[in-house]
């Protein structure tokens, strides 16, 4: 089952518009659930599928508010790399560390969502991958195409820790208490009062 022996790292690419607590969950549950060494927190460029986003930088400065522990880094990958889809990044990030135990972490909503995503079934060839449940998607994620189509690589919740260790295609589910916070409800609610 071990392919490689070198540092086990979650990439966690996000928006960051700004970051949240709920992030800092999905986070903690990379290194806590999945045994992972680090989580690097990579602030996307621009999601293909979302809007013109503020600057990278004014985002990074959200995720620094959250004064992370030592083992979550603030990644600036994307924009190095200058790569906009996730599996142009990953197939770069391999060639770069051949011997790192990369996961890719997603909240549900990115489950559900993947079927827009460029090459979205390279991408689970390419790295074990874990979601994490989020309020509102938990069902129509499980039950989504891309959970359906990728059925047979699914590892149980309680095996998380091993999915490092795996060759992909390999995929986990990890319904922890689920946290609500959103980034989008957060700009409402500062839009809606300013002050
Ligand atoms: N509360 C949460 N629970 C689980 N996953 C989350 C949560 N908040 C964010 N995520 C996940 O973190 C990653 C980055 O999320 P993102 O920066 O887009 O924040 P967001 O709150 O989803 O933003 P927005 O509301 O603007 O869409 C995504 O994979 C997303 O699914
Ligand atoms: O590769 C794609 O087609 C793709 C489409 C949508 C989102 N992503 C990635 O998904 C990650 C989460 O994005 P977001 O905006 O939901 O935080 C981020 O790293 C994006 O680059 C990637």
Redesign the pocket.
């Known amino acids: 089952m071990n392919r490689l022996s070198g540092p086990a790292i979650g990439l966690?690419?996000?928006?960051?518009?700004p970051a949240h607590a709920g992030h800092r969950h999905v986070a903690d549950a990379g290194l806590r659930e999945l045994g992972l060494d680090q989580v690097w927190w990579?602030v996307?460029p621009?999601?293909?599928?979302?809007p013109s986003?503020p600057a990278v930088q004014s985002r990074a400065q959200t995720i620094e508010a959250l004064n992370l522990p030592y083992a979550m880094k603030i990644s600036h990958i994307?924009s190095q790399l200058e790569t906009?889809?996730?599996?142009?990044?990953l197939r770069q990030l391999r060639r770069r560390q051949p011997r790192t135990r990369f996961v890719y972490i997603?909240?549900s909503?990115?489950l559900a969502?993947?079927p827009?995503?460029?090459?979205?079934q390279a991408?689970f060839s390419q790295i074990p991958i874990a979601v994490i449940a989020r309020p509102g998607e938990p069902l129509r994620a499980r039950l989504g195409r891309v959970a359906s189509q990728m059925a047979s690589a699914r590892i149980p919740e309680n095996q998380a820790h091993t999915l490092k260790n795996r060759q992909a295609p390999a995929w986990t589910y990890l319904t922890l208490p689920l946290n609500p916070i959103s980034?989008s409800a957060i700009r409402k609610h500062r839009a809606a009062d300013p002050t």
């Open positions: 966690f690419g996000g928006s960051f518009n990579m996307s621009q999601n293909p599928l979302k986003q994307e906009q889809y996730t599996i142009d990044l997603i909240g909503d990115n969502q993947m827009l995503w460029k090459d979205w991408l980034s």
